[in-house]
């Protein structure tokens, strides 16, 4: 498997990929969140992404407000910066979103280990499932993504997972894991 963790697998992958490193690398981002333990999820790290979909980089942030005042003072004059706090799952969260060359970014801060968070267990389920169902299923994802569906809900209707299309990924992660 690959990992997520440390973005040199990057370098290697699509075209992509390889602009979303060098433009995480150009803005200096993971070493400036470095001690937050960021760590890029979504489309793009397993490719399923769209020409607009953005580089999403979760962190591990205990001092909210700190990592609040960081993003503002880092990002804060990049084209379209936005930041918010914000209650997902009943845990408070930091949400900054700004644009840099032709991707849009966003940076999300949660008190939850990276690799916990939702946002990464639900990558790694659809990179599991991804690797299990091959090039087929990869081209299905994307054409529905193309259609409007967002990412979880197209993974949901080709694998006819009822209720919560959330919900469901996440528990596809824990059985695999075991959790």
Do not use: W
């Not at 470095?34 to 607009?52: K, M």
């Not at 499932?129 to 993974?155: N, V």
């Not at 006819?160 to 894991?177: A, M, N, R, T, V």
Request: aromatic share 12%.
């Amino acid at each position: 498997m690959i990992n997520f963790t440390n973005l040199e697998y990057l370098k290697e992958g699509t075209i992509r990929q390889k602009e979303a490193y060098k433009v995480l690398n150009e803005l200096n981002i993971i070493e400036d969140l470095e001690p937050y333990s960021p760590v890029l999820s979504g489309t793009i790290p397993i490719n399923i992404d769209l020409p607009d979909s953005d580089l999403d980089v979760i962190c591990y942030v205990s001092e909210l407000n700190i990592f609040y005042q960081l993003l503002i003072h880092l990002y804060g004059e990049q084209p379209g910066f936005n930041i918010k706090s914000v209650i997902i799952n009943d845990i408070e969260s930091i949400v900054a979103s700004f644009a840099y060359q032709d991707f849009p970014i966003e940076i999300f801060g949660q008190n939850i280990p990276t690799t916990r968070q939702n946002a990464y267990k639900h990558m790694i389920a659809e990179y599991m499932i991804l690797k299990e169902k091959g090039d087929e299923f990869r081209e299905q994802i994307i054409y529905l993504k193309s259609q409007g569906y967002k990412t979880e809900p197209a993974f949901a209707r080709l694998l006819e997972l009822d209720g919560d299309p959330y919900l469901s990924i996440l528990q596809l992660h824990d059985k695999q894991f075991d959790i």
